[in-house]
């Protein structure tokens, strides 16, 4: 545990400070892009779990358009996944590509998340976890997890919570240096997506924007 205990937070205050300062010019096209097609905000905020338990707001890029939540069906159901209508055209391309999860580099920089940890759940979410799965909370969110390795929107969301569970237990720099770069390989790949609109990498959905937002 010398390494999750000492050396985890250093890394990830390094490596995504170094991401942010690289990424600079992405951060600012994305931006640019999303503000031109659909306007401001440029950023999509939700509260969601942490640490032990504490609150924090997760950012992303906005995917949808801004008055997604008051757009239904005729019927008055929201859109489905495969023809969500919300979803703007850049936001497509976010998704698809993973590029809308790029702010949360801020999140590990002020230590709200990790590079790697279990998918940070909405509040909502917490309160359906079973004892066991509750342990996903001992350490910091991440960004990617053991789980994405597991099948990604494949694995049910009862399992993915378990494998957050489990890596809890087992926080080690192989691990994490194993599922960076694995998470790498499954991005370009675009391995285990069912389709763009579901939730990602273990994320919790609520209702309007957020659903669709892949909290």
Do not use: C
């Amino acid at each position: 545990m010398i390494y999750a205990h000492w050396f985890k937070r250093p890394l990830d205050v390094v490596s995504a400070g170094a991401g942010i300062v690289l990424l600079l010019p992405v951060f600012a096209v994305l931006a640019v892009l999303v503000w031109i097609t659909s306007g401001r905000p440029v950023l999509f905020r939700q509260v969601r779990v942490g640490r032990n338990g504490t609150q924090f707001v997760m950012l992303k890029f906005r995917t949808m358009r801004v008055n997604a939540p008051d757009l239904r069906n005729s019927d008055s159901t929201t859109f489905n996944a495969v023809d969500d209508q919300r979803v703007t055209p850049i936001g497509r391309l976010l998704r698809a590509s993973s590029l809308d999860e790029l702010p949360q580099l801020f999140n590990v920089l002020w230590g709200d998340m990790s590079l790697v940890g279990g998918r940070p759940d909405l509040p909502s979410g917490v309160a359906g976890y079973k004892p066991y799965q509750r342990d996903r909370l001992l350490v910091r969110p991440g960004i990617t997890s053991w789980a994405m390795l597991h099948g990604r929107n494949n694995v049910p969301l009862d399992e993915r919570r378990d494998l957050d569970a489990w890596y809890a237990h087992n926080v080690g720099f192989l691990l994490d240096a194993r599922i960076l770069l694995g998470t790498l390989r499954i991005v370009v790949r675009r391995e285990g997506v069912v389709n763009e609109f579901s939730r990602r990498l273990g994320d919790e959905t609520a209702p309007g924007e957020h659903a669709a937002e892949r909290p």
